[in-house]
């Protein structure tokens, strides 16, 4: 069993940056595949950026990329997500999860096992 645990939300105007944090409980933190994903208010939660279980692999969302990145440390069990360049779009909670699987990098809600429970981020214009 994983728990994740989010923070680092807040409210930020267009053109500023974030850092959100995901910290980890569990022993085999480092072995999973991680990422982060979005929802808005009636939309479907969807797929911002992830990171194979070593580090050596990202992969992001086409609305989000070459502004945000996303960083992880085994040591302390934490996942980042660096956002920069905010736009009013970006509004939505956030969410961490883990795939147990350590082989690829996956974009898709329903291959993830493990979920926080989401923090915040509002841009505003």
């Known amino acids: 069993q994983v728990q994740l645990v989010e923070s680092g939300g807040g409210l930020v105007q267009a053109g500023g940056s974030l850092r959100l944090s995901c910290v980890a409980s569990?022993?085999?933190?480092?072995?999973?595949?991680m990422g982060w994903f979005r929802q808005a208010p009636g939309k479907e939660r969807e797929f911002v950026a992830a990171?194979?279980?070593?580090?050596?692999?990202?992969y992001y969302a086409g609305s989000v990329k070459g502004r945000f990145t996303i960083s992880k440390d085994n040591a302390k069990n934490t996942v980042y997500l660096q956002m920069s360049s905010l736009k009013p779009e970006d509004t939505a909670v956030y969410y961490c999860?883990?795939?147990?699987?350590?082989?690829?990098?996956?974009?898709?809600?329903?291959?993830?096992?493990?979920w926080g429970q989401g923090t915040q981020v509002t841009v505003s214009s």
């Open positions: 999860g883990a795939d147990r699987n350590p082989i690829y990098v996956r974009t898709e809600v329903g291959e993830y096992d493990y």
């Open positions: 569990g022993r085999t933190f480092s072995r999973y595949t």
């Open positions: 990171i194979s279980w070593s580090g050596g692999s990202t």
